[in-house]
C-alpha cells in the first residue's frame, strides 16, 4: 500500500479497499479540511512566520477573510531541536503562541531561539462567515 486506504464494512460485508484522498496543501495558501463544524465548512492554512521573534512579541496576519472563529491552532519551529509553541508560557524558553481577532502573536521570552535562526510554521484551522 503506496498511501493510506480504507475500507468500510456494511451488514458483515467488506468493501474493497480505496485509497484516500490526499490534499495538495502549500504554505500560505488556504484549503478546505472536508469537515464541516456547526454548518460551516472548516479551512486551514499553514503560516512561516520566518525566524522567530527574539525576546519580544510580534503579530502577524493571517489573511484570512470572512473570518468567525479558530477550530485548531498549532505552531512549531523546523530546527533539528523543534520547539512547539504553546499557548502559555511555562518557561523562559517558551514560544507562546496567541490569537488577537484573525492576527496571530508570538512571544519568545529569550533571543537564544531567534539566535540561532529557528523558523517559525504555524498551522490555522477555522471558519468562515459564509
Same mark, same amino acid.
Given at each position: 500500500?503506496?498511501?493510506? +486506504?480504507?475500507?468500510?464494512?456494511?451488514?458483515?460485508?467488506?468493501?474493497?479497499?480505496?485509497?484516500?484522498?490526499? +490534499?495538495?496543501?502549500?504554505?500560505?495558501?488556504?484549503?478546505?479540511?472536508?469537515?464541516?463544524?456547526?454548518? +460551516?465548512?472548516?479551512?486551514?492554512?499553514?503560516?512561516?512566520?520566518?525566524?522567530?521573534?527574539? =525576546?519580544?512579541?510580534?503579530?502577524? =496576519?493571517?489573511?484570512?477573510?470572512?473570518?468567525?472563529?479558530?477550530?485548531?491552532?498549532?505552531?512549531?519551529?523546523?530546527?533539528?531541536?523543534?520547539?512547539?509553541?504553546?499557548?502559555?508560557?511555562?518557561?523562559?524558553?517558551?514560544?507562546?503562541?496567541?490569537?488577537?481577532?484573525?492576527?496571530?502573536?508570538?512571544?519568545?521570552?529569550?533571543?537564544?531561539? =531567534?539566535?540561532?535562526?529557528?523558523?517559525?510554521?504555524?498551522?490555522?484551522?477555522?471558519?468562515?462567515?459564509?
Amino acid at each position: 500500500m503506496n498511501g493510506i +486506504k480504507f475500507r468500510s464494512q456494511n451488514n458483515g460485508i467488506w468493501s474493497n479497499w480505496q485509497e484516500m484522498d490526499k +490534499k495538495q496543501i502549500t504554505t500560505g495558501v488556504e484549503f478546505e479540511t472536508g469537515r464541516i463544524i456547526d454548518g +460551516k465548512k472548516e479551512y486551514g492554512k499553514i503560516l512561516a512566520i520566518g525566524t522567530i521573534p527574539s =525576546a519580544t512579541s510580534q503579530t502577524y =496576519a493571517t489573511g484570512i477573510t470572512n473570518f468567525y472563529r479558530y477550530t485548531h491552532i498549532s505552531g512549531y519551529t523546523s530546527n533539528v531541536w523543534a520547539d512547539i509553541m504553546t499557548h502559555q508560557k511555562i518557561n523562559d524558553n517558551s514560544i507562546v503562541l496567541t490569537m488577537e481577532g484573525e492576527n496571530i502573536k508570538v512571544t519568545t521570552y529569550t533571543s537564544s531561539l =531567534a539566535n540561532a535562526g529557528y523558523q517559525g510554521y504555524i498551522e490555522l484551522h477555522y471558519l468562515k462567515n459564509e
